[in-house]
Structures are given as structure tokens and as C-alpha cells.
């Protein structure tokens, strides 16, 4: 087997120039991992709905609680036949309720 002596020294520099070009790519992924990115910002914004709904459940939780005692009054009442509607005032109400919407 023989060695071939000329060309030891120029693998040998084959081999340095690669392992310079690695150190060289690897120092500049460094470095480029190294700047800090700017982050990017993010931003909310709530439309007017979004508000009048948040608004709206706020009034119904600030709202009075539910009367159970006078709800079992009213059912007995219109059972019995008791309870009378006033068309005029139920009227009124809806439509004032129908303006409040708008």
C-alpha cells in the first residue's frame, strides 16, 4: 500500500478551509440569533356592541333579585282568576319598552 505524500498537505488545508467556512456560518447564526427581534405588537379593540352588551349584562346583574314569593301570588291569582289585565297599561308598557330598544 502506498501513501501518496504530495498531496498530505493540501487535504490538510481542504480540510481547514471547510472547518473555517463552518466556524464562519456558525458564528454568523450567532449572531443573528443574538439581535433581539422586535416583538410583534399586539392590539384589542371592542366594538360599540361589544360595549352595549357589556353594559347591558352589568344592569342586569346590578338588577334586583328574583321575588319568589310574589311570583307564587301572581301564578295563584291567574289560577284562580283573580288577576286582571288592564289592556291600556299593558299597552303603555310595550311600547315603552319598544322605544327604550331604539
Same mark, same amino acid.
Given at each position: 500500500?502506498?501513501? !501518496?505524500?504530495?498531496?498530505?498537505?493540501?487535504?490538510?488545508?481542504?480540510?481547514? !478551509?471547510?472547518?473555517?467556512?463552518?466556524?464562519?456560518?456558525?458564528?454568523?447564526?450567532?449572531?443573528?440569533?443574538?439581535?433581539?427581534?422586535?416583538? !410583534?405588537?399586539?392590539?384589542?379593540?371592542?366594538?360599540?356592541?361589544?360595549?352595549?352588551?357589556?353594559?347591558?349584562?352589568?344592569?342586569?346583574?346590578?338588577?334586583?333579585?328574583?321575588?319568589?314569593?310574589?311570583?307564587?301570588?301572581?301564578?295563584?291569582?291567574?289560577?284562580?282568576?283573580?288577576?286582571?289585565?288592564?289592556?291600556?297599561?299593558?299597552?303603555?308598557?310595550?311600547?315603552?319598552?319598544?322605544?327604550?330598544?331604539?
Amino acid at each position: 500500500m502506498a501513501i !501518496n505524500i504530495n498531496n498530505l498537505s493540501n487535504n490538510n488545508q481542504v480540510t481547514q !478551509n471547510k472547518q473555517a467556512q463552518v466556524k464562519q456560518q456558525s458564528a454568523q447564526v450567532a449572531t443573528s440569533n443574538a439581535q433581539p427581534k422586535s416583538p !410583534n405588537q399586539d392590539s384589542v379593540s371592542i366594538t360599540p356592541q361589544a360595549k352595549q352588551l357589556h353594559e347591558m349584562q352589568k344592569k342586569a346583574s346590578d338588577g334586583p333579585a328574583v321575588d319568589q314569593k310574589k311570583i307564587d301570588e301572581l301564578k295563584k291569582a291567574i289560577s284562580s282568576g283573580e288577576y286582571k289585565v288592564d289592556p291600556e297599561k299593558l299597552a303603555a308598557s310595550i311600547a315603552k319598552f319598544e322605544f327604550e330598544l331604539i
